[in-house]
């Protein structure tokens, strides 16, 4: 990440039915997280570009304020609170 220059955000979803890989969720540790993976057969991944991310003047001038920004915007279209 370099501050200032335009980013391609890339957002990353892990939908589950049982065991949820993204480890959110308390502290498995690796037997309970391992073990999870294996009694869910199928673990699918979704990956999703989001249009790239030009800083504003702003933003250029304050590296916390683009990646406030940047968080916000990923934040939103995960839909998960921030």
């Given at each position: ?5 335009p ?40 990956v ?5 991310y030009?800083?504003s003047p ?15 915007l990923?934040a939103?279209?995960?839909g998960?609170?921030?």
């Amino acid at each position: 990440f370099i501050p200032g220059v335009p980013v391609q955000p890339v957002l990353v979803r892990y939908p589950h039915r049982h065991f949820d890989p993204s480890w959110v969720h308390g502290n498995p540790g690796l037997f309970g997280l391992i073990f999870g993976h294996l009694l869910q057969l199928v673990n699918h991944m979704e990956v999703e570009y989001l249009p790239p991310y030009v800083p504003s003047p702003e933003e250029q001038a304050d590296p916390m304020l683009y990646m406030h920004n940047v968080r916000t915007l990923m934040a939103e279209a995960l839909g998960v609170p921030q």
